[in-house]
């Protein structure tokens, strides 16, 4: 004769977890009960996978949420769980610089807006944590792309970048077609600058 056998599916348990909270741009993995037979995750923004750990790079806002996961075991029970996802913007960073006419030999300030804390990167490996620095002197091969990256408390840290252009000093010259007589009209010219 034939010999059936029952399996319980209201044993069959099943479990599935995130990393949680993180940042935009971060990767984050779901993680889902090994050994099954099937997998099948569902989210946000159209989400699927059939992969029990599948991993989701660049994550932004539109990826919070909760995620199903469903899954069949090798006796064709199935079960499902579910996890939740937050993805937290970054903050908003606002870079700048204090005077726009930058002279060689000259200070300029950078200013930075958003965070608690912050850190600057720029040409010469140049580096501060200060919200706005001063940098004293300025030489021509301080020109360049300054990046700052401001953390907020409790919160997702943003970058922001300025570009700063260090003007050279103008060489003025001057000449005249001397020698003059008493009493002529003496010329003086100049050259180098504009004004």
């Known amino acids: 004769g034939f010999l059936a056998k029952y399996y319980p599916c209201d044993a069959f348990t099943i479990t599935a977890s995130s990393t949680g909270t993180l940042c935009a741009g971060q990767s984050f993995s779901l993680n889902a009960t090994a050994g099954l037979s099937s997998y099948v995750w569902s989210g946000p923004n159209s989400y699927t996978s059939s992969v029990q750990t599948p991993t989701i790079n660049n994550s932004t806002s539109l990826m919070s949420g909760t995620y199903t996961f469903t899954g069949v075991d090798a006796n064709g029970c199935s079960g499902s769980a ?48 200060v919200q706005s620095p001063t940098i004293s002197n300025s030489a021509l091969a301080m020109s360049g792309i300054y990046s700052v990256t401001a953390t907020p408390t409790g919160g997702c840290a943003g970058t922001s970048t300025v570009n700063i252009t260090v003007n050279s000093l103008p060489t003025p010259s001057i000449t005249n077609l001397g020698p003059f007589c008493a009493g002529s009209t003496a010329t003086l010219n100049a050259s180098g600058a504009s004004t």
Do not use: D, K, M, R
């Not at 993805?87 to 200013?111: D, K, M, P, R």
């Open 82 to 129: 579910t996890t939740t996802v937050s993805v937290i913007t970054n903050t908003n960073v606002v870079a700048s610089v204090v005077t726009q006419t930058i002279c060689e030999g000259n200070n300029f300030v950078l200013n930075a807006t958003g965070g608690n804390t912050y850190l600057w990167s720029g040409p010469n490996s140049y580096t501060s944590a």
